[in-house]
């Protein structure tokens, strides 16, 4: 085998591999999430800050793979046909097939075996690879694609600037790529994510509630009105301490004559009591504020926690009270029940 041969093969895998380098990068930069590669970044990973530098400039450094393995592809069709026609030279020469036949199916011959190569080894290989691993190929395949996009700018400048005015001649304005998802494909991401074991089923069932949260009321969570547990402002000390000894609870909502006034905190009566301190119990109510029935229950919960309240009254339509919320029960819409051991609220026994 002379050295025309070795050379245009030594050629051909060399093109190859830079296809595949170009295509593996091509797809790991898209795959990769940018919330790891700022972890890897806080972490002290160099190479993840030229890694973020390229996931950020997507539209730049894709064209920057375009021109790569075109450049590749049209290099291989080149040294393909010339030395599939030089190895086959002899073997044409004893069948005697004619120049014109022999050229034919050089080139017949080059073109199935470079495309064989080319598709298998060089595209769909580490496109695999990039999907499977886009971490650790973005990690490895950016820094070179980022000096190689460093080398070629003024042509890829030169190529994405026309390829824009070209558009714009049709009327299409060029847009950049997208960053942000909708809800639905987030839930089918977590979905995703749950059947390939990224996460468990209690995470599942915490994102399902999630996305569960905006569509629910009031209405849907609160604790009726008949089944209340309160205490009346006018209640004995020795009453009032029957009461708490029954249900246990930490904080009671408080009525005068029927109507909601606040509430109190048995801990802080605990402690007054403890110390020896005169107890009223009108010294320990707390404002209860109010919602309607109506409200979402995601603007209940932003109120509370800028209140630090933990119970609320809710309201129909006539202003009348028909139950109350605890902040409890608003969490529990998204981690699950929690346990009386652990309830600041006030359920029904």
């Known amino acids: 085998m002379d050295g025309f041969i070795v050379l245009n093969l030594f050629l051909v895998a060399v093109f190859i591999g830079l296809t595949a380098f170009f295509v593996g990068a091509e797809f790991a930069i898209l795959k990769v999430r940018m919330s790891r590669i700022d972890q890897l970044i806080a972490e002290g990973n160099k190479k993840a800050l030229i890694a973020k530098k390229v996931a950020q400039n997507l539209d730049f450094y894709l064209s920057a793979c375009q021109l790569g393995i075109t450049i590749t592809a049209l290099v291989l069709g080149a040294l393909g046909e010339p030395t599939v026609e030089k190895m086959l030279h002899p073997l044409f020469e004893r069948f005697n097939v004619p120049e014109a036949l022999a050229t034919v199916l050089s080139y017949a011959i080059a073109l199935s075996v470079v495309t064989f190569l080319h598709v298998v080894l060089g595209e769909l290989a580490p496109k695999t690879l990039a999907i499977q691993y886009a971490e650790r190929m973005t990690?490895?395949?950016?820094?070179?694609?980022?000096?190689?996009?460093?080398?070629?700018?003024?042509?890829?400048?030169?190529?994405?600037?026309?390829?824009?005015?070209?558009?714009?001649?049709?009327?299409?304005?060029?847009?950049?790529?997208?960053?942000?998802?909708?809800?639905?494909?987030?839930?089918?991401?977590?979905?995703?994510?749950?059947?390939?074991?990224?996460?468990?089923?209690?995470?599942?069932?915490?994102?399902?509630?999630?996305?569960?949260?905006?569509?629910?009321?009031?209405?849907?969570?609160?604790?009726?009105?008949?089944?209340?547990?309160?205490?009346?402002?006018?209640?004995?000390?020795?009453?009032?301490?029957?009461?708490?000894?029954?249900?246990?609870?930490?904080?009671?909502?408080?009525?005068?004559?029927?109507?909601?006034?606040?509430?109190?905190?048995?801990?802080?009566?605990?402690?007054?009591?403890?110390a020896g301190r005169e107890i009223k119990l009108g010294k320990f109510i707390h404002k209860l504020p109010s919602f309607m029935e109506t409200a979402p229950i995601k603007d209940a919960l932003l109120k509370m926690q800028q209140?630090?309240?933990?119970?609320?009254?809710?309201?129909?339509?006539?202003?009348?009270?028909?139950?109350?919320?605890?902040?409890?029960?608003?969490?529990?819409?998204?981690?699950?029940?929690?346990?009386?051991?652990?309830?600041?609220?006030?359920?029904?026994?």
């Open 139 to 274: 990690l490895m395949l950016a820094p070179p694609l980022y000096w190689f996009g460093k080398i070629t700018k003024p042509f890829i400048t030169a190529l994405n600037g026309s390829s824009r005015a070209l558009l714009r001649m049709f009327g299409v304005k060029p847009a950049g790529h997208e960053s942000v998802h909708s809800e639905e494909e987030l839930k089918l991401i977590v979905t995703q994510s749950y059947e390939s074991g990224e996460i468990n089923r209690t995470e599942l069932e915490y994102l399902e509630n999630i996305f569960a949260f905006d569509e629910r009321i009031l209405k849907d969570i609160m604790i009726p009105k008949e089944l209340i547990v309160s205490v009346e402002k006018g209640m004995s000390f020795t009453e009032l301490i029957t009461i708490l000894d029954e249900h246990e609870y930490t904080r009671y909502p408080v009525t005068e004559n029927g109507v909601f006034i606040g509430f109190i905190n048995t801990k802080e009566m605990l402690t007054n009591i403890v």
């Open 307 to 349: 209140s630090s309240t933990h119970l609320a009254i809710v309201k129909n339509n006539n202003g009348q009270t028909v139950g109350i919320v605890s902040m409890e029960d608003i969490l529990e819409e998204i981690v699950g029940e929690i346990g009386d051991d652990l309830m600041d609220a006030v359920p029904a026994k």
